[in-house]
């Protein structure tokens, strides 16, 4: 099973958006609508910010939005904050017997 | 609320097995839809899915870690025990449990434990 493919770094300024692309195959992100999406500061355990591709888990901020289109998951950031810089992982369930597998990160930085 | 905690020892020999357990709380685990897994970062490094235990004993693992992976749960205990054979230096990471909601994602992590291995 591969990593979903992720750009190893995105970067945007204060206020602007920015979007992360993790792509698949019809095994796992084309095939199914069960993409997350985590972020991770330095030291910190992952925290899932994305589910079901689009949804929200209470008390994450709307400024964060997913998408999926054809074997690519979107996450965008708008408004970016200096407290965005992190990690961002993807993650997709998938018809293998692993039915899980993660994305490469990605670094967002805001300058 | 749902809280996890990763347990075990911080330095391991090359070859000796590693046991890893996973103290949880706020959730059972005979729930139905409801998991476990075991996720690890080696340092600077992406995250790795390992192995994850559902509800109904359903075992799954990563491919590339089966041979040496088990992972078990003692639903009276509200823990997840994970077992890693035969460990080298590269196996370095910290360990991270986390549940897992209705089979599609993990909504609730344990803070990591970080597991060195060296002689």
């Known amino acids: 099973q591969s990593a979903l493919t992720q750009p190893a770094s995105v970067s945007g300024s204060p206020g602007q958006s920015i979007t992360i692309s993790c792509t698949g195959t019809?095994?796992?992100?084309?095939?199914?609508?069960?993409v997350s999406w985590y972020q991770q500061h330095p030291g910190k355990a992952p925290k899932l910010m994305i589910y079901d591709v689009s949804n929200r888990p209470s008390g994450v901020s709307n400024r964060f939005s997913g998408s999926k289109s054809g074997n690519t998951a979107s996450l965008t950031i708008s408004g970016l904050q200096a407290e965005d810089e992190a990690d961002y992982y993807c993650?997709?369930?998938?018809?293998?017997?692993?039915?899980?597998?993660f994305g490469t990160g990605t670094k967002v930085t805001v300058l | 609320q749902i809280t996890l905690k990763e347990s075990g020892p911080t330095l391991v020999k090359p070859t000796q097995t590693l046991t890893l357990t996973c103290t949880f709380s706020?959730?059972?685990?005979?729930?139905?839809?409801?998991?476990v897994g075991w996720i690890r970062q080696p340092p600077g490094k992406a995250l790795e899915w390992l192995a994850l235990?559902?509800?109904?004993?359903?075992?799954r693992y990563s491919p590339s870690l089966k041979s040496r992976l088990t992972i078990t749960k003692d639903t009276s205990k509200n823990q997840v025990v994970l077992t890693m054979t035969n460990m080298d230096p590269v196996d370095t990471a910290t360990y991270y449990c986390?549940?897992?909601?209705?089979?599609?994602?993990?909504?609730?992590w344990g803070q990591g434990t970080l597991v060195t291995v060296s002689s």
């Open positions: 019809s095994s796992d992100v084309g095939g199914y609508n069960y």
């Open positions: 706020g959730f059972s685990l005979s729930t139905s839809g409801v998991g």
């Open positions: 986390a549940h897992r909601r209705l089979m599609r994602y993990f909504d609730y």
């Open positions: 993650s997709s369930y998938t018809s293998s017997s692993t039915l899980e597998v």
């Open positions: 235990i559902y509800w109904n004993d359903d075992k």
